[in-house]
């Protein structure tokens, strides 16, 4: 596998290597762990499916871009970017709560749209954003993520608006059906907004 070191460049403070080859990207992994006064990191379109962040050095960074890459569930010590405000790692194949957000309190701007977050994954993201997020901000959770659980009803989702905040999630059914979402065991009948918002008492199975 390839590695893309950059160390012992702590006068950097912005780093833009968007499309860096030709053919395809660099791949392999990227490690900016001796950036110690890093602001912004552009890496989209590289093929990268690891990234490695230092618990010290790279607290300074604010502006983090890396999508269009073939991250999957390797972007090591990602919590520890405590200054973040903007972050796109959209068009990726994260999922299973890859991205911790909890610790990151500064955030206004994040796109995790085109993964391939579940709805557990979608929910632990609304959950994390609502505890810890500062009023105002955007969110993209489209494309080919699932839904939370309830849709747009998702408490966390609602209470993040009520903050001024911006959540795009996909529209449509939500068609899982969960015990945890409030339908019965044995699929009789449930107060559930399922259909673009329509609130009400669906009959599950019941040919209505």
């Known amino acids: 596998m390839k590695t893309l070191s ?7 403070s912005e780093l833009d290597f968007n499309r860096a080859s030709s053919t ?8 900016v762990i001796k950036f110690k006064n890093l602001e912004v990191l552009k890496a989209q379109h590289n093929n990268i499916t690891r990234v490695l962040f230092s618990t010290e050095n790279n ?3 604010k502006e983090l871009d890396l ?8 972007i090591v010590n990602f919590e520890s970017l405590t ?8 068009n990726n194949l994260l999922r299973d709560n890859t991205v911790n957000f909890e610790s990151l309190t500064n955030l206004q701007t994040i796109d995790l749209s085109n993964n391939s977050l579940s709805v557990a994954d979608v ?4 959950n994390a954003l609502d505890a810890t997020a500062i009023n105002s901000g955007t969110i993209h959770l ?11 009803y998702n408490t966390a989702l609602q209470s993040l608006e009520n903050k001024n905040w911006t959540v795009n999630i996909n529209g449509g059914i939500n068609t899982s059906f969960d015990v945890s979402e409030g339908y019965t065991d044995g699929g009789h009948t449930a107060n559930h907004p399922d259909w673009e918002g329509a609130v009400g008492t669906w009959l599950i199975n019941s040919g209505k």
């Open 6 to 12: 950059l160390t012992n460049l702590d006068r950097i």
């Open 24 to 31: 395809g990207g660099v791949g392999g992994s990227l490690s």
């Open 67 to 74: 999508s269009n890459n073939l991250l999957r569930e390797n």
């Open 123 to 126: 929910n632990s993201v609304l």
């Open 142 to 152: 489209d494309g080919n993520n699932a839904l939370p659980i309830l849709g747009k």
């Open 59 to 61: 607290v300074t960074i």
């Open 83 to 90: 200054n973040l405000e903007t972050v796109d790692l959209s």
